[in-house]
């Protein structure tokens, strides 16, 4: 059973533009939610992440809006970039008990210039 | 800042050989350490956690018979991939995670360990 899943699979943005990733979640007892950002041949690196008490988190151009009742999630990229081009999972887990992260299967955005 | 590195990034073997990838963790200590493999119709599958004082647990259709894992202290270890056959490509990324008091809990990556089985 797939605990996280992302919408859309790809996107394609203008430079400039607002690109939205969007992200649900089935447990919960899920409580952090990081999104990782992976270029081709390297490893996600953590972008930003959001627990459950908030339903905002903003750093920089990435924001990450969260509804707790509704089990989803966010992440928005403002003035997006050609380098922003990658792709972006989102992962969720129970926060401080060492359970495993749950990912998504990605969504890879494309931003042209 | 917290760095994790593996080596080797890549690594080519002949089917039915075996090889071995190592995680290190540089500037903290990891409470867990978790391998995933990659690949692009599976996204990220788990393989093990590891996590200090517990023993390693494997998740399903991953064995300790297949995937030995060494996680002697909280800044190293070693997975090795058996037998590897043609399955087992993709690219095997470590995940070292520091949670505990103060609702710390983050999982930082590897640039990976790219297998190829020829």
């Known amino acids: 059973q797939q605990q996280v899943r992302q919408s859309p699979q790809s996107l394609t943005v203008w430079e400039g533009e607002t690109a939205i990733l969007n992200c649900s979640y089935e447990n919960s007892a899920f409580d952090y939610f990081p999104w990782y950002q992976q270029f081709p041949g390297e490893g996600p690196a953590l972008l930003i992440a959001i627990r459950s008490v908030s339903d905002k988190k903003e750093d920089g151009r990435f924001t990450i809006f969260f509804n707790k009742r509704e089990k989803k999630l966010s992440l928005h990229i403002t003035d997006s970039q050609p380098g922003d081009s990658a792709t972006y999972f989102c992962?969720?887990?129970?926060?401080?008990?060492?359970?495993?992260?749950?990912f998504g299967k990605g969504a890879k955005l494309t931003v042209s210039p | 800042g917290a760095l994790v590195y593996q080596y080797p990034r890549r690594t080519i073997c002949k089917s039915g050989t075996s090889m071995r990838m190592e995680c290190q963790a540089v500037?903290?200590?990891?409470?867990?350490v978790a391998w995933y493999r990659q690949s692009p119709q599976k996204t990220f599958e788990l393989i093990a956690l590891?996590?200090?004082?517990?023993?390693?647990k494997y998740e399903q259709n991953f064995t300790q018979e297949k995937f030995p894992i060494s996680h002697p202290n909280l800044s190293f270890s070693s997975m090795t991939v058996l037998n590897a056959y043609l399955e087992d490509r993709g690219l095997y990324l470590c995940?070292?995670?520091?949670w505990g008091g103060g609702g710390q809990d983050t999982q930082y990556f590897g640039p990976g360990t790219r297998l190829l089985v020829l």
């Open positions: 992962a969720a887990t129970q926060q401080g008990t060492g359970s495993k992260l749950s």
């Open positions: 995940g070292a995670r520091v």
């Open positions: 590891s996590t200090v004082n517990s023993a390693i």
């Open positions: 500037g903290f200590q990891a409470t867990s």
